[in-house]
């Protein structure tokens, strides 16, 4: 949860983008970095493996603006995507304020991505979390292949079968091309800081 601290007049939060492995989350941070380059405090921060993915998590310290006079800080990390990390997928989950979920648009990981969707609420709920009461943003990544006739499910059918009970913002994106990928952020840094206001009764 968010750390408030009135001392130093600080305020920092923790944004995940969790989904499927290989789904764009390490590209959307990649590309929120290279673009945002005077909002960051530090370097990012990337652990890859052998399969030369990022499989631990994407750091990046983001400062955006104040809030009641206090710096807001912003922590922007991703989890690993594939199956057997799942330790450490709910590790780098700890703590935080929102979450992005990356869904891969690609109709052959459909399961995938609701097998990571459970995981997510599962994860969050082992936390004392709500799926539905978190601020959570979907991104409907890789919209740009339609362009190249690789089969994508329609935004209708994500909308269905990912959004119609959590009825959370959504968005079409690319995280290669940067389609939505600055407005996925700044609706989910939105409805965190709002958040946080509101646990902090400011």
Not at 24 to 52: A, H, P, V, W
Not at 76 to 90: A, C, D, E, F, M
Not at 160 to 174: C, D, E, I, M, R
Request: proline share 3%; with cysteine.
């Amino acid at each position: 949860m968010a750390i408030i601290n009135l001392k130093k007049r600080e305020v920092e939060c923790k944004l995940v983008y969790y989904g499927p492995g290989r789904g764009g989350k390490t590209s959307n941070l990649q590309y929120i970095f290279q673009k945002s380059r005077k909002l960051m405090t530090d370097e990012m921060i990337s652990i890859k493996t052998k399969g030369d993915l990022t499989l631990f998590f994407d750091f990046v310290p983001m400062g955006v603006g104040k809030i009641k006079g206090c710096d807001v800080r912003v922590q922007l990390y991703t989890v690993p995507g594939q199956v057997k990390y799942s330790s450490t997928r709910k590790l780098v989950l700890k703590g935080a304020d929102a979450v992005v979920f990356v869904a891969d648009s690609l109709k052959i990981r459909h399961e995938k991505n609701i097998l990571s969707l459970k995981d997510l609420a599962l994860n969050l709920k082992s936390y004392g979390l709500n799926i539905m009461e978190l601020p959570l943003v979907l991104q409907y990544n890789k919209r740009d292949l339609a362009a190249e006739g690789v089969p994508l499910m329609s935004v209708e059918e994500m909308e269905k079968a990912y959004n119609h009970q959590l009825k959370v913002p959504s968005f079409a994106g690319s995280a290669i091309t940067g389609e939505n990928v600055n407005a996925t952020l700044k609706a989910c840094l939105v409805l965190m800081l709002r958040s946080i206001k509101k646990e902090a009764g400011w």
